[in-house]
Structure formats: C-alpha cells, structure tokens
T-cell receptor, first 108, second 115 residues
C-alpha cells in the first residue's frame, strides 16, 4: 500500500468555483503534513502546512482528519492562476512522502 | 526565507557522458539534502538522502555507482549521473530539510536530456 494516495484528477473547474482535494495516508504515526504546489516543469513550492486544528490562508483552507487519516485542501473562488498540480506531503519518522499530485485547471 | 540553488537548470548531454548537478543551500546549513527524480506526469521519487560528511543513503532500485552523491560541506551536495543513457532523461530536483515544521525547500530542478 502506498504511503500517500491522491486522486490525480484532472480537475477542470470554472473561474470562481470552489474545489477540494483529498489525500489519504497509511501510517497513523505520521507527524506533519503539507500541501505543495507545482507548476509545469518547475519545482514544488510549499503552499501551506496542515495543522491539527485546520488552518486557512486567504482562499485556501487545509484540514487534517487523523481518525480517517486524510488531509484536504479547499480552494475558494478559484483563479486562473491557481492552475497547477497540488501535491500532498506527509512526514513520517525521518521521511517525507509525496502524493502523485492532483492536477487543477481553472477555466475562464 | 530559505533558498536552495540548483544548477544547471537544463542540460543536454550525449549518451555515455557524465553530468554533475549542484545543489546549494544559500542561507542555512543543511546537514541533510535529498535528491528526487520526476518523470513526466509522475510524482517525485526519492533517489537518495545525502548526508554531510558521510555516505549517501540510496533508495531501493537506485544504482549508487551510477548516481554519485557527494555532500562535502553543509551547504553543497552534488549528484553526478555517470555514463548517462536516454532513460536517465528526467527532471532532477534537490531539496534540503529545515526541520519538521518547515517541510522541504526545493531547488529549481535540472532537466536532463540524454541524446
């Protein structure tokens, strides 16, 4: 079983829509969680950490559900510039595990 | 913020030659750096963990004699792809760990094309 699983999409949504991604992880001992954004042919960049209590940064909300072992990312009022691949990353022990990424395209 | 500089950003080489990729942490010391490979439409795959002053730890299936890693200082790790073949063509990214709560900081990546 993979350490981290993500729906690869693609998600094609109109501008202004709300879109949510989920990511499940297999190890209940995982300690910290992140969402990264990767633009085509570029390196991943940290979008936000995911805290147990949930956290929000502008139009982006991240949540952690330890009981069900998943993290989520909600994007409100989607912009064209949000088009990218979103990677969830889970830290377990001394290792960071990446999901395969979810592709988002925001359509005018 | 933390910056990791990776060079070159793009390289084309002939089959059978070797290519060196550098990864530098510019404003922090990184005792541990990581090397990833990413094929088109696939996720990042960890190749090896580079430890300053000691031997790198390679993931299963990664040939340590082919992908030479040197981490001679707290700010520099290098990956050398020896005797490159077309199947080694990929996007190679390094990253450095800044502690558990900061996640990774990534280099800008190197697109290697072997012809």
């Amino acid at each position: 079983r993979k350490e981290v699983e993500q729906d690869p999409g693609p998600f094609n949504v109109p501008e202004g829509a709300t879109v949510a991604f989920n990511c499940t992880y297999s190890n209940s001992a995982s300690q910290s969680f992140f969402w990264y954004r990767q633009d085509c042919r570029k390196e991943p960049k940290l979008l936000m950490s995911v805290y147990s209590s949930g956290n929000e940064d502008g139009r982006f909300t991240a949540q952690l559900n330890r009981a069900s072992q998943y993290i989520s990312l909600l994007i409100r009022d989607s912009k064209l510039s949000d088009s990218a691949t979103y990677l969830c990353v889970v830290n377990t022990g001394n290792q960071f595990y990446f999901g395969t990424g979810t592709s988002l395209t925001v359509i005018p | 913020g933390a910056v990791v500089s990776q060079h070159p950003s793009r390289v084309i080489c002939k089959s059978g030659t070797s290519v060196k990729i550098e990864c530098r942490s510019l404003d922090f010391q990184a005792t541990t750096m990581f090397w990833y490979r990413q094929f088109p439409k696939q996720s990042l795959m960890l190749m090896a963990t580079s430890n300053e002053g000691s031997k790198a730890t390679y993931e299963q299936g990664v040939e340590k004699d082919k992908f030479l890693i040197n981490h001679a200082s707290l700010t520099l790790s290098t990956l050398t792809v020896t005797s490159a073949h077309p199947e080694d063509s990929s996007f190679y990214i390094c990253s450095a760990k800044r502690g558990q709560i900061y996640g990774y900081t990534f280099g800008s990546g190197t697109r290697l094309t072997v012809v």
